[in-house]
């Protein structure tokens, strides 16, 4: 499995901006299809943004279309959600997956169960 390190949470007031990373540890990197989750606490993890090996293909979860954006850099084997304009609602652990056993795959899954490779977590806590 993949090893993946995120970074880059912390507390913000609503309305201002971070970043977030994910480090993974190989090349296999290249051909996951990556996302990031989040679980607030009391609440199942949901996914947040995924894309494509490429990153020709992307999807975002309706509560943070428009605000969010995944990007990758496969040369670095890096993974990034910059959040602007956050809210108190997007308080949460956010968690970066890798669904690294479906080489070059197009579709983008959605669920837990799809992804096989986890980071421990970083918190984003956004105070109103």
């Known amino acids: 499995q993949m090893q993946l390190v995120e970074s880059g949470g912390g507390l913000v007031q609503a309305g201002n901006s971070l970043r977030l990373s994910c480090a993974a540890s190989d090349r296999t990197f290249g051909s996951a299809i990556m996302a990031w989750f989040r679980q607030a606490p009391g609440k199942e993890r949901e996914i947040v943004a995924a894309?494509?090996?490429?990153?020709?293909?992307?999807y975002y979860a309706d509560s943070v279309k428009g605000r969010f954006t995944i990007s990758r850099d496969n040369a670095k084997n890096v993974l990034y959600l910059q959040m602007n304009s956050l809210k108190p609602e997007d308080t949460a652990v956010f968690f970066c997956?890798?669904?690294?056993?479906?080489?070059?795959?197009?579709?983008?899954?959605?669920?837990?169960?799809?992804?096989?490779?986890w980071g421990q977590g970083t918190q984003v806590t956004v105070s109103s």
């Open positions: 894309l494509t090996w490429s990153g020709g293909s992307t």
């Open positions: 997956a890798a669904d690294s056993r479906r080489k070059y795959y197009s579709i983008i899954q959605r669920g837990v169960n799809d992804y096989n490779s």
